[in-house]
Nanobody, 120 residues
Framework: QVQLVESGGGLVQAGGSLRLSCIAS????????MGWYRQAPGKQRDLVAR???????NYADSMKGRFTISRDNAKDTVYLQMSSLKPEDTAVYYC??????????????WGQGTQVTVSS
């Protein structure tokens, strides 16, 4: 069984930093591009950033210059370094990735989410 598990969320003051981690585990053959999304109360889930296996990245405009996505392919892990946090960054952050399993199937997986709360 394949799963994604996020960690690193919490409460931080405006201007502070947090680093989120997401590790994939289970019967994994390969992992495609990995991404972070976020969902604030009453809003849709939006892209934060994605990164390919080769390290190519793309960011939502409001995160450019403040957030950095990275991954460690050997550890099946993706990170999100968040700096200069604002109250409007408050949301549940989700990890996402298409993963090929050892049986030859490919599915898109989501983590359970980690809460980030930024106080003013």
């Amino acid at each position: 069984q394949v799963q994604l598990v996020e960690s690193g969320g919490g409460l931080v003051q405006a201007g502070g930093s947090l680093r989120l981690s997401c590790i994939a585990s289970g019967s994994i053959l390969s992992i495609g591009s990995m991404g972070w999304y976020r969902q604030a109360p009453g809003k849709q889930r939006d892209l934060v950033a994605r990164i390919t296996r080769n390290g190519d990245t793309n960011y939502a405009d409001s995160m450019k210059g403040r957030f950095t996505i990275s991954r460690d392919n050997a550890k099946d892990t993706v990170y999100l370094q968040m700096s200069s946090l604002k109250p409007e960054d408050t949301a549940v952050y989700y990890c996402n990735a298409p993963i090929a399993n050892l049986r030859g199937g490919v599915d898109v997986y989501w983590g359970q989410g980690t809460q980030v709360t930024v106080s003013s």
